[in-house]
């Protein structure tokens, strides 16, 4: 590193919040799933926004690329300098406006955790719609910076249609700001749109004005279990159109839940156990119960366990939200994240497995996901770390049955080479012409979405 690069992210942010000691920066090199590893010139944590604005400023001028690093709970492997980038860490922007209870919104630095938020916002009878498994360490910028998903997007949308406002600072160290929360708008380009999903390419988002919604405290959660896929899609399909209160429908696998329990310690639900399980919830300001009971009776599911208390309905979740953790416990597996039209869900789930037996007869195939929205979670373990063969055959199954190669997660530097299964020529040269206009020496994150 040029010495002076140095000097001056000490001189933006003060000696202490500069890193660059291999035993101090390791935590921010590497990712959540331990695939993707790097080593960073320097870790940098400046406290607000002028001081983010002085750090991009800086490593503009030195040249030298700068990754945006949230709770580094992305799973694509955007988050972590290969290259020898400076992470430029927002962790300590973590600082909450009071609630707007009129207007149901917050206002709150990019990096607050989602727990974080979801504490200050509850003391205010409110809720955040997006929720998800690495709440206690994302944070909403990295959320908003790859239009996060999640277990409640059926009923609330993902990141984007809760953010109304942003702040920015651009590869020029410009500061952009519209954080005024106006529900009604019309005024020319959608600028947080825009940074919602862009994963640090485009700027650096230092504020976010979130859109909040009503806190429900009656809930019920049922775990169903199902004799195959077809069976759980149409019980999902009755109960969206039966309830209004349904916040998640969660699909997974018998393999999968034996990992789970195996892994965790956990009593199995069930004295038997069944191709498929759905977990749905629930949540309304009176008892969901009477109303999920009677749309239960109506599916052809094979057992039922239902859970209105706190911690049983925890004790149920457990079974869908541990899988990420299990199925990493048995080494960083190939993550893909992927949706499927509804039509044409059943029919991957068989072809999947079959290709990956083809391929990769080592691995270890895991599915799980998000059932009302089409999207699965493929998950490999086992196979060869360089396995670019399982990625390239499932998304190109994926992309001839008329999917999308990344549902939630991102494109990140695992899916790039990719990214032209969904994606026009016409489409990546609108994205490059628009990387060009915002970070013209190409400083942000450099590695990551565009091919
Ligand atoms: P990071 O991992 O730090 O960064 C992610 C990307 O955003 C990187 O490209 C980074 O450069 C960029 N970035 C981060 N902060 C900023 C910023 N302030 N400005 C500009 N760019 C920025 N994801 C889902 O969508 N749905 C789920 O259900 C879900 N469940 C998960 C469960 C577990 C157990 C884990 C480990 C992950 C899960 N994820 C899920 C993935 C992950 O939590 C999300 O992608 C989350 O949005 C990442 O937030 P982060 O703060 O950790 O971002
Ligand atoms: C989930 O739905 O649990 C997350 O997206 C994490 C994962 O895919 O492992
Ligand atoms: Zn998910």
């Not at 954080?179 to 020319?188: A, I, V």
């Not at 640090?200 to 004799?227: H, K, N, W």
């Not at 990992?259 to 956990?266: E, M, N, Y």
């Amino acid at each position: 590193v040029p010495d002076r690069l140095i000097q001056a992210l000490e001189a933006a942010v003060g000696e202490r919040h500069v890193l660059t000691d291999a035993a101090m920066t390791s935590g921010y090199d590497v990712d959540w799933t331990g695939r993707f590893r790097g080593r960073s010139r320097a870790v940098v944590r400046p406290r607000d926004l002028e001081q983010v604005a002085a750090v991009v400023g800086a490593c503009r001028e030195a040249g030298v690329a700068v990754v945006p690093q949230g709770g580094n709970t992305g799973l694509v492997g955007g988050s972590v300098p290969l290259a020898g980038e400076v992470v430029l860490s927002l962790r300590r922007l973590d600082w909450l406006d009071p609630v707007d209870a009129l207007a149901c919104q917050v206002t709150a630095g990019a990096g607050t955790s989602l727990a974080a938020l979801q504490r200050h916002v509850d003391a205010s009878g409110l809720a955040f719609g997006v929720d998800l498994g690495a709440r206690d360490s994302a944070t909403v910028g990295g959320m908003a910076a790859t239009n996060a998903g999640g277990l409640r997007l059926l009923r609330y949308g993902a990141m984007r249609a809760q953010v109304v406002g942003v702040e920015a600072v651009l590869s020029d160290g410009t500061v952009i700001r519209h954080l005024g929360g106006l529900t009604k708008d019309n005024t020319g380009y959608d600028l947080a749109g825009l940074l919602c999903g862009s994963e640090g390419t485009l700027a650096v988002i230092t504020a976010l004005r979130l859109r909040l919604v009503p806190r429900y405290d009656e809930r019920v959660v049922a775990l169903l279990s199902f004799s195959g896929v077809r069976a759980a899609l149409d019980a999902v399909a009755v109960l969206r159109t039966t309830l209004a209160a349904l916040e998640a429908a969660e699909l997974f696998f018998e393999d999968g839940l034996a990992l789970v329990c195996d892994q965790l310690g956990l009593r199995r639900p069930f004295a038997r156990a069944y191709p498929v399980y759905l977990l749905v919830e629930c949540a309304d300001r009176v008892d969901p119960m009477p109303l999920l009971a009677a749309a239960v009776e109506q599916l052809a599911a094979e057992d039922v366990a239902v859970a209105a208390d706190g911690p049983r309905r925890a004790e149920l979740w457990r079974y869908r939200e541990a899988h990420t953790e299990a199925i990493n416990a048995l080494g960083p597996p190939v993550k893909l994240d992927v949706t499927l039209p509804g039509a044409a869900l059943e029919a991957f789930v068989g072809e999947v497995r079959e290709v990956l037996r083809t391929v990769c007869p080592e691995g270890r195939c895991y599915l799980f996901g998000h059932a009302a929205d089409g999207n699965l979670h493929v998950n490999v373990a086992g196979a060869p770390a360089e396995a670019t063969e399982v990625e390239d055959v499932v998304l190109n199954l994926v992309a001839s049955m008329g999917g999308s190669i990344s549902a939630e997660h991102g494109i990140g530097t695992a899916k790039r080479g990719w990214l032209h299964l969904n994606r026009s020529k016409e489409e990546i040269a609108l994205f490059a012409t628009i990387k060009r206009a915002l970070d013209p020496d190409g400083i942000l994150n450099p590695n990551v979405l565009l091919p």
